[in-house]
């Protein structure tokens, strides 16, 4: 899928499942990037890369062919933005965006003058989308996470933003944020049900795409029936660790069987 196929399918509000990295292991991303998701996101805030990394698993996701790649940023930063953008991400998710002007930084980030402030030397991002500015503002996605009780407060006018194309739940800090103990606290349920409904709403009603973070496939199905159009689901990590319990508790079951024989 190129960049402007999916830049287009976003706008539109139509359903796009995504995978979510932490490692520097390019090998692994690469391999995810064949498996038929529509995008790899790599996280730069709370994943285990610095710039190489974000560069080498953008490589790595476009030599699949399939999927591309998004950047989680680090923070609402021109400079973090503009370096995930020319390392040739199709676009950024950009962290704890409280209010609409927050937002509006993040999109200004993204755009070339005069429609913004990006800085023009896109690297190998020219390759992809090539060289007038305007085509990459265009095909470039921005992203607004929503994560705290302020962002929830304002999602009307953050949805609102001209040039924002959607925003994305982090439901850990979200569910933190409306006073769970932990991540997914069933105490908080009903509140937390009530922000992802107020979300997804003011995204459908401002005509931009609403995403979410699943710990699986099960649960972004489901919050892609109840008005989400995009998902990201897990990350690379807990896989692993998920994968390589499951087999190590497999083979303690058989040796314990044939203990008792």
Known sequence: MDAITFARRIRNREDSIGYWVTLDAPPATERIARLGYDFVCLDEQHGMMGYSGILNGILAIDAGRSAVGMVRVG??????I???LDAGAV???VPMINTAEQAAHAVAATRYAPQGVRSYGPARSALRIGPRPADANDSTLVIAMIETL???RYIESICAVDGLDGVYVGPSDLSIA????F??????DDAYEQALRSVADAARTAGVAAGIHAPDGLTAAHRMSRGYTFACIANDLT????????????AQARQSVDQLR
């Open 239 to 250: 896989h692993l660790e998920i994968s390589a319990a499951t087999h190590l508790h497999a």
């Open 178 to 181: 409306l006073g769970g103990a």
């Open 183 to 188: 991540p997914y606290d069933p105490s908080v």
């Open 91 to 93: 676009g950024v998710i």
């Open 150 to 152: 302020e962002a929830v």
């Open 75 to 80: 923070e609402n930063s021109e400079r973090l």
């Open 82 to 84: 503009e370096r995930a």
